[in-house]
């Protein structure tokens, strides 16, 4: 009998694997590798090692629970050796594996397979739903953009989630507007659902602390599932206690509240344990059965057939290129305060504290707090890219990308979005309870106590003023700064190129 090996790698264990799909559990082995040099080659956040080589260890018993055959070689130095070790054991027929979630390493492993004499079989990604074909549709006419919405409605009508017939549940589309409340006073919130830590999580623990001890993060009270049957638990825990209130408080910030009411769910659907159609019909029954109001399931869904799709199409349509995009050359070094949190900014300083504590931190904190600093500064996208890539347990090349130098950074020179999300204290102060706690006053702009968001952002509006000046989204503010007094602008300025060298020279405020 035929014999072949499946070969599944660390952000491919869920079930719908495809490189399983139609074989045969008696002729087929599965095999696992570990890879010591693989996890060093970034500095990726402890947590992130712990889910990873725990969901790999569980997903391996979930295999082996439903009759696979399964080849686990743990805590090895490479690839290599353990891959020619089982090639040589099994003798295999052919090789299969799921295609690589980064741009390159198809390549990389088909030349490695091709090294020990097989042809290595691809196959596509489960955990997606759209087709490259889908997206490239878009385009047929000559656009050079499309944006998240366009592509999202498709998605809806593909898939026909939240829709009645040919039209958008209750008439629309997009619930955006009612999804911007800012955080109420002495909100509580529901407890978080506990994860009691298997017998891998505890090994993986050990080894990630022995192994990788420099790495950046702490493991902490590790909280975060491994297994599809947490994963699931976890996941119906946010449809009953939090999904209601998903919406309306999607952008609000709360000091030394890291949850609110997102799902935290990114990690598990990355590593594979849960499947983006499964959460979104789960919403969609919320919704239908009256447990949830619409402006929040459809948030949810729109956050993951709309921008997660939208990201992944966009990742595989312009790399490699894309990744080296600096449309406003930035320039600057990642500021040392992202890498220890020492810093009198509020924001940043809880920001780092629950990157540091858990790897994650909701979309808004990402993108207004950390992002937004690192755009309006003038941070080097491909060095903040890096950046996120470990610091985050849901990092992987493809949804960084995208979303760093794309979105956040507007590096792509507005491929993602068309305007860039730059905003000055006025809107953390708005969105969060930060500035009451602050040495920096988020009204003021160059007094020495004035916070550093507020001379960056408009000295960010400055260096661009070219750029922007054609920008149809930009122009209430490009006027607001046109009309200022040039004493105002030399001062703004003045403040901003003292912060920018402080941030050069590796300085902290
Ligand atoms: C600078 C920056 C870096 C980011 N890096 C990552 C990353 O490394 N990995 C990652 O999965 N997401 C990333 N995102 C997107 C988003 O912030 C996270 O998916 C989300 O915060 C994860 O928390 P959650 O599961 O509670 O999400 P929720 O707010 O509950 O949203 C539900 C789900 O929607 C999906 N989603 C929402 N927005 C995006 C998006 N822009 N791109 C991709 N998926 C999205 C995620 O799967 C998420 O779990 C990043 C966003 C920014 C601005
Ligand atoms: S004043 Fe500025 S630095 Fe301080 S918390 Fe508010 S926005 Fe952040």
Redesign the pocket.
Same mark, same amino acid.
């Given at each position: 009998m035929a014999l072949t090996t499946v070969w599944i790698t660390g952000d491919q264990c869920t079930p719908r694997n495809t490189a399983l799909h139609g074989l045969d559990k008696h002729s087929t082995i599965v095999l696992f590798v570990e890879s010591i040099a693989r996890s060093r080659e970034v500095p990726y956040h402890k947590r992130k090692l712990v889910l990873i080589f725990a969901a790999m260890r569980s997903f391996a018993d979930d295999l082996r629970a439903d009759g696979w055959t399964v080849d686990y070689r743990a805590e090895r130095e490479d690839y290599e050796h353990p891959f020619r070790e089982h090639v040589a054991r099994y003798r295999p027929d052919r090789i299969r594996t799921m295609t690589q979630t980064q741009y390159g390493l198809d390549a990389a492993l088909r030349a490695f397979a091709a090294d020990l004499g097989h042809d290595l079989e691809i196959t596509e990604h489960a955990n997606f739903i759209s087709t490259a074909a889908e997206f490239d549709e878009l385009f047929a006419r000559g656009q050079t953009r499309v944006t998240m919405e366009t592509f999202y409605r498709k998605m809806r009508k593909k898939t026909g989630l939240l829709m009645d017939g040919e039209q958008p549940a209750a008439g629309a589309w997009n619930f955006d507007a009612e999804n911007r409340k800012p955080p109420k006073r002495g909100m509580r919130f529901p407890p978080e659902p506990e994860v009691p830590p298997s017998v891998h999580v505890r090994d993986v623990i050990a080894f990630v602390e022995r192994t990788f001890p420099d790495h950046p993060g702490v493991v902490g009270t590790f909280d975060i599932p491994v297994s599809r049957r947490d994963a699931l638990a976890y996941a119906d825990d946010f449809f009953r206690n939090r999904l209601a209130n998903?919406g309306p408080y999607?952008d609000a910030m709360i000091a030394g509240e890291a949850r609110l009411y997102?799902?935290?769910?990114?990690a598990l659907?990355?590593v594979g344990l849960l499947h983006p159609l499964e959460l979104c019909e789960r919403a969609e029954l919320a919704y239908r059965s009256g447990e949830a109001p619409l402006s929040s399931v459809e948030g949810?869904v729109r956050?993951?057939i709309g921008?997660?799709e939208f990201?992944w199409r966009v990742y595989w349509r312009l790399m490699p290129e894309y990744r080296t995009r600096n449309a406003l050359g930035a320039d600057l070094p990642v500021p040392a305060f992202y890498r220890d949190g020492e810093t009198d900014m509020a924001c940043q300083r809880d920001a780092h504290r629950t990157v540091r504590e858990l790897g994650?931190a909701?979309?808004i904190v990402?993108?207004m707090i950390?992002?937004n600093f690192a755009l309006i500064a003038g941070v080097d996208p491909q060095a903040m890219t890096d950046w996120?890539w470990c610091m985050?347990v849901?990092?992987?090349d493809w /949804?960084?990308v995208a979303? /760093?130098v794309g979105?956040?950074l507007h590096a792509d020179g507005g491929f993602v979005g068309t305007k860039p999300y730059a905003a000055s204290a006025n809107y953390i102060n708005k969105m969060s309870d930060h500035c009451g706690g602050c040495r920096y006053d988020p009204k003021k702009t160059v007094e020495d106590d004035a916070c550093p968001y507020n001379a960056l952002y408009w000295d960010f509006i400055a260096r661009n003023e070219k750029r922007f000046a054609s920008n149809t989204r930009m122009s209430l503010t490009m006027r607001n700064w046109a009309s200022r007094d040039p004493a105002v602008k030399t001062a703004i300025r003045k403040r901003a190129a003292a912060l920018r060298a402080t941030l050069r020279a590796g300085g902290s405020f």
């Open positions: 998903f999607e997102h799902s935290r769910l990114s659907i990355n949810f956050q993951l921008w997660r990201i994650w909701h979309h990402r993108l950390l992002g996120f985050f849901d990092g992987y /949804v960084m979303n /760093v979105m956040t």
